[in-house]
Nanobody
Framework: VQLQASGGGLVQAGGSLRLSCAASGRTFSSYAMGWFRQAPGKEREVVASVTWSGYSTYYADSVKGRFTISRNNARNSVYLQMNSLKPEDTAVYYC??????????????????WGQGTLVTVSS
């Protein structure tokens, strides 16, 4: 499956952005999806994940209550709504697909396919 992330940009602290990830290739609904981020000089970390059905979600503590992951299997897309953004949210954000479709995957090793990343910059 090929993944294309979009929606990144420059936003002031307290603002919002919505990231999108469009999938093509194999059946999108066969995959659990996740969003990761990597800030300069830091390791990649999971932000949120969702099972194939969309019914179960996981959030990192650092984004809980501010970010929302969702998916639309009819549109082969997964989204990350980011509200109340903070400067520490600045990073390249990646979407990823996992064949472990019924699990809330959180480790990079659990994901099989990755998008190219989209840069989010939050100014103070």
């Amino acid at each position: 499956v090929q993944l294309q992330a979009s929606g990144g940009g420059l936003v002031q602290a307290g603002g919002s952005l919505r990231l999108s990830c469009a999938a093509s290739g194999r059946t999108f609904s066969s995959y659990a999806m996740g969003w990761f981020r990597q800030a300069p000089g830091k390791e990649r970390e999971v932000v949120a994940s969702v099972t194939w059905s969309g019914y179960s979600t996981y959030y990192a503590d650092s984004v809980k209550g501010r970010f929302t992951i969702s998916r639309n299997n009819a549109r082969n897309s997964v989204y990350l709504q980011m509200n109340s953004l903070k400067p520490e949210d600045t990073a390249v954000y990646y979407c990823a697909a996992s064949s472990r479709s019924s699990y809330l995957n959180v480790a990079s090793s659990e994901f099989d396919y990755w998008g190219q990343g989209t840069l989010v910059t939050v100014s103070s």
